[in-house]
């Protein structure tokens, strides 16, 4: 299933706001069904 939708994903920012088209948006999908903790790892770089 990752090679299907990837394990990461980078988004451009431009004045603190994503750069998203108008019918794009950013979802978490767990295809575990196992109950378990979970991390997010958000990575911010740039000036």
């Keep these: 299933r990752a090679s299907l939708v ?4 980078s988004v451009p920012f431009r004045e603190g706001r994503l750069i998203l088209g108008t019918w794009q948006q950013i979802a978490f999908v767990d295809f575990d069904n196992r109950p378990r903790r979970r991390v997010l790892i958000v990575q911010v770089m740039g000036e």
């Design 6 to 9: 990837g394990p990461s994903l």
